[in-house]
């Protein structure tokens, strides 16, 4: 029988290969990529790592690029997932397209479910 978490990691697969889709951009003004990567930036250096953004500084150039490409990694895969999701609900959800489709309030919409879905994603991705 499968967990919550194993269907959850499914989910996280299923997203990260719709990634690539682009329905959202041109039916929208909306570039979800830019929204992925500012939550995805938010959630991974503000959150996760940001005792260790406090002391970057005092690492070693080494240790720099290692972290760097750590938190890029995790970025990515982050924004891929998010993206993915996006591209998804907007395909398979009415009411997710008419929200995305709304003048006024159609950026706001997606950077908050997206930083609802990368809270969700970052408990089952370590």
Not at 15 to 40: F, G, M, W
Not at 69 to 81: H, N, P, Q, R, T
Request: aromatic share 10%.
């Amino acid at each position: 029988m499968e967990t919550v978490k194993d269907l959850k990691l499914k989910e996280i697969e299923r997203c990260k290969q719709a990634k690539d889709l682009e329905n959202i951009e041109r039916e929208t003004p909306l570039v979800p990529y830019l929204i992925a990567h500012d939550v995805s930036y938010d959630l991974i250096v503000g959150k996760k790592y940001s005792e260790e953004v406090k002391r970057y500084n005092a690492l070693s150039e080494t240790e720099k690029v290692e972290f760097d490409k750590k938190v890029d990694s995790e970025i990515d895969e982050l924004l891929f997932y998010l993206k993915g999701r996006a591209e998804l609900l907007y395909i398979n959800n009415k009411k997710f397209k008419k929200d995305l489709n709304k003048e006024n309030t159609c950026r706001e919409s997606l950077k908050m479910f997206m930083a609802h879905w990368g809270q969700s994603y970052m408990k089952y991705v370590k």
